[in-house]
């Protein structure tokens, strides 16, 4: 069950030659994929033979194995975790009862919505990044590039799988939407801000998979516990792929710090304009992104208070991120949370009933986990005995989503006047200049074991192999 038949035009490990209507209808949609892919995907990769792992099986131990694969021979197919017998519903209202194996007729639309928006963001993320490949700061760099790109088609085909399972026509049609919206395109848009964002350079993509790849994955442990056992089973296997994005974000990230604090130690000091001539990325600029990539991203959890966070919820739909470990009654009718409002220019909190504010509770989930992050990038400017230290802004900075999109805040929590804001703007989020100059650092260094100035060498390799392994052989 577990491990995945390749021999198959469409390699899964659902037993997808079970059913020949579905197969079919999948194999129409292959072509599909594959010239979206051709379209927007990754640019100039493919000849390229990449050192990429590939689901094997989805055994926690072993579900990858790593070799040379050409790009357009990647074999994406439709993976998911084993399912437990006699799984029963563990929160809402259905608590108790036995999971679903198909979709209850009065939450069809509501699930469809889910998989729809969360299946849209995988190719989004694609289209962001295409450009990348031909500004890669190394080859190790640009094999974790392709990784992530291959695996973010993959989840694609997972969100595609169900909807032509369990959605029938609409599923269909939905699954054929989600090759047609573009990233950024002004007349058909993806679904979500964030994924319409550019990912113009390499900090900008660090700062993605550390903090967007996260909200990634804090969505996906939601919908891990969900009622619709397909789903769950789906998203715990998309987790497993997700993990890696997430380590390329923090110790890309990381990596840029070394170079920076070494650059500052060498030249003795923080002028941002000697760091620039030296050809690192100060760290008031890498604030200033962070700060950015932070706030679009937590708007990705939605309205502070959500009456459709509520239904998803007690209907079983969504759970929240480690539903199991909680101990409380899993219902959680009658009880409160409290969010942030402005008032009279002032922040203040609000106490509104706990299942309306569930996406501010994922929201804070993931603000917990991020923040963790930030203290180990900080331990190495800490390390390099420099006094500097990156934040995180507060949750009200630059919100578009929610309560907090009417009113503008400081880093700090502050609530600032139009004329603060602006005079303010240029200290507090990337500006064009310092876009250009980071783009200015971006040139293509792909011989094996050589790095661009701006960025470190990791400390390791993939899979243990060597740093100077010939990742990605060009051809
Ligand atoms: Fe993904
Ligand atoms: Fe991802």
């Known amino acids: 069950m577990s491990s995945i038949d390749y021999s198959q035009k469409i390699p899964n490990n659902v037993n997808l030659s ?68 006699d799984r029963t519903i563990h929160f809402g209202d259905h608590k108790g009862e036995k999971a679903w194996q198909d979709v209850p ?14 299946g849209d963001t995988e190719p989004a993320s694609v289209e962001q990044q295409r450009h ?28 595609v799988y169900l909807l032509h399972k369990h959605f029938g026509r609409d ?59 397909p789903l769950a ?11 890696h994005h997430m380590f390329v974000g923090e110790s890309g990230i990381s990596r840029v710090i070394s170079r920076t604090v070494a650059a500052m130690n060498e030249l003795q000091t923080d002028d941002v304009a000697k760091l620039r001539a030296a050809g690192v990325i100060d760290l008031p600029t890498l604030q200033r992104y962070l700060n950015f990539h932070y706030s679009v991203t937590i708007d990705l959890f939605g309205a502070d ?81 420099l006094p500097q230290r990156l934040t995180v802004p507060h949750k009200a900075f630059h919100r578009n989503i929610g309560a907090l999109s009417g009113v503008k805040v400081s880093p700090d ?7 603060e804001w602006q005079a303010n703007e240029s200290k507090w989020l990337p500006t064009a200049e310092d876009r250009a100059y980071v783009a200015s650092l971006m040139g293509r260094v792909v011989e094996p074991g050589k790095f661009a ?3 470190a060498p990791p400390v390791m390799g993939i899979n243990r192999q060597p740093v100077d392994f010939e990742y990605v052989r060009f051809n």
């Open 18 to 85: 079970d059913d020949r209507t579905l197969q079919r209808a999948l194999e129409q949609w292959q072509p599909n994929f594959i010239d979206w892919w051709g379209d927007v995907g990754p640019e100039g990769s493919v000849d390229s033979e990449v050192y990429l792992r590939t689901a094997v099986s989805v055994d926690p131990q072993g579900w990858a194995q790593f070799g040379h694969t050409k790009m357009k021979d990647y074999r994406w197919g439709i993976f998911m975790n084993p399912g437990e017998a």
């Open 305 to 385: 208070e959500s009456s459709n966070a509520a239904t998803f919820y007690s209907t079983g739909i969504k759970g929240r991120f480690e539903e199991g470990k909680r101990d409380d009654d899993h219902v959680l009718k009658g009880q409160s949370y409290k969010i942030l409002e402005a008032r009279d220019g002032q922040l203040i909190e609000k106490e509104v009933p706990l299942l309306n504010a569930l996406n501010e509770v994922l929201r804070d989930d993931f603000i917990k986990d991020s923040v963790a992050g930030v203290g180990r990038w900080n331990r190495v400017i800490e390390k390099a005995g």
């Open 233 to 243: 089973r789906t998203t715990k296997f998309m987790l497993t792929e997700e993990a």
């Open 132 to 159: 990348l490949g031909l500004t890669a700061p190394s080859m190790y760099d640009l094999r974790n590039l392709y990784q992530i790109n291959v695996e973010e088609g993959r989840h694609l085909w997972a969100m």
């Open 105 to 118: 007729g009065e939450h069809r639309a509501n699930l469809r919505r889910i998989i729809v928006t969360q």
């Open 171 to 229: 599923g269909r049609e939905e699954a054929e939407a989600l090759l047609e919206r573009r990233s950024g395109d002004a007349n058909n848009p993806r679904i979500l801000g964030a994924f319409n964002e550019a990912t113009p350079d390499w900090l900008a993509f660090f700062m993605f998979t550390y903090f967007t790849d996260r909200d990634g994955k804090f969505q996906l442990c939601a919908l891990a516990e969900s009622a619709f056992d």
């Open 413 to 419: 929590g502050r609530v600032v006047s139009a004329v």
């Open 453 to 455: 100035n701006w960025i």
